[in-house]
Nanobody, 121 residues
Framework: QVQLVESGGGLVQPGGSLRLSCAAS????????MSWYRQAPGKERELIAS????????NYADSVKGRFTISRDNAKSTVYLQMNSLKPEDTAVYYC??????????????WGQGTQVTVSS
């Protein structure tokens, strides 16, 4: 079965760092676009970073650009999010997503269960 398992969340002070990991199984990881989303209480889920199947193309939301780095290790079927210079407004549940577009308008889309990141003094 398809599985995405996030880890690495926790409590950190403003200005601190965390590294999130998302371990994938049950599908061909190297064929999928991988993304990190986050959702704060009372807000919609937002896309914060994406990386193409071979890591050639990376995109970030303006809110995290210059502070966060997305990467992937296809040999380990794992995608990472390095978060530096953390701010209280980064507090949210962070979700891993796998996406693949197929021919004839078909697609695959998978989600992890999320990991909590809290930035507070």
């Amino acid at each position: 079965q398809v599985q995405l398992v996030e880890s690495g969340g926790g409590l950190v002070q403003p200005g601190g760092s965390l590294r999130l990991s998302c371990a994938a199984s049950g599908f061909t990881f190297s064929s999928y676009l991988m993304s990190w989303y986050r959702q704060a209480p009372g807000k919609e889920r937002e896309l914060i970073a994406s990386i193409s199947s071979q890591g050639a193309t990376i995109n970030y939301a303006d809110s995290v650009k210059g502070r966060f780095t997305i990467s992937r290790d296809n040999a380990k079927s794992t995608v990472y999010l390095q978060m530096n210079s953390l701010k209280p407004e980064d507090t949210a549940v962070y979700y891993c997503n796998a996406y693949r577009t197929l021919f004839l308008s078909k697609s695959s889309n998978y989600w992890g269960q999320g990991t909590q990141v809290t930035v507070s003094s």
